[in-house]
Structures are given as C-alpha cells and as structure tokens.
C-alpha cells in the first residue's frame, strides 16, 4: 500500500458573519447580478489563510436583493513554496468558499416562503488579482 501525501493545503472551516437579504416582490422571470468582494490575511506563524467573501445579488428589477459575508479559514504547509500557496490561496480559496455561499442563499430563500434561489456555479479564478491585492500577511 502506498502512503497518500497529505494535503499541503486544506479548507478547515467557514462561517457567515453578515446576511441580509429584501424581498420585494418573486416571480418567474428574476435577472440576477453578483458582484464580490474577497479579501484575505495570510498568517505565517499559524500557517492559516483567512479568506473574508463578501457576495452581493440583486435582482435587476429590485426584487431581491441580499447580502452575505462569510469567512473561510484554511491551513497550509508552512514550507510550501510562495507561488504554490499564490495559487491556493488566489485562485483555489474563493472556488471552494462560495458553494457553501450559494446553498445559503438557496437553503434560507426556500425557508423564507418564495421559491428557492439557486445561484449558478461560478469560475472565480478572476477574483485572483482583486483578492490578492486585498490581502495582507501578518
């Protein structure tokens, strides 16, 4: 039997810190837009990557509108080379956080009397440069 590497980086846990979201009026016909904003801390001593994802849909007619900020945590090899963990934590990190976002979203819009709103999967590799830009390293 072979021996399996272990993960060099790893999703520990997340959290919604904000949530907010308006109704004002479900139908069939709902055109959504989502806007982003990621932002990170890299701590060294700890090997944790904290990633802060904040997500704003709004219908473009103004009948739904929500807010949700979540905070994913995620721990890394304290050797792995610097463009290693650039990779993981730009490009990797926000496509692992924001399915959890979008069950959310689905899980408390089903809750709340309407139908569901399901987000669609999403390529966030674009949100690379914006979160690398908004990180800092303690």
Known sequence: MENTPVASFKFESFKITRSYFEINEVDGDQVFSLNFAPKGVVNKEDSKFELELGVLVEEKNNKFKAEITAIGIYSFDAEMQDEMLDKFFYQNAT??????????????????????????????T?????????????
């Open 126 to 138: 674009k949100l690379g440069p914006e979160l690398k830009k908004n990180t800092i390293t303690q």
């Open 95 to 124: 496509a692992i956080l924001f399915p959890y976002i979008r069950a959310y979203i689905t899980t408390l819009t089903s809750l709340s009397g309407i139908n569901p709103i399901i987000l669609p999967t999403l390529n966030l």
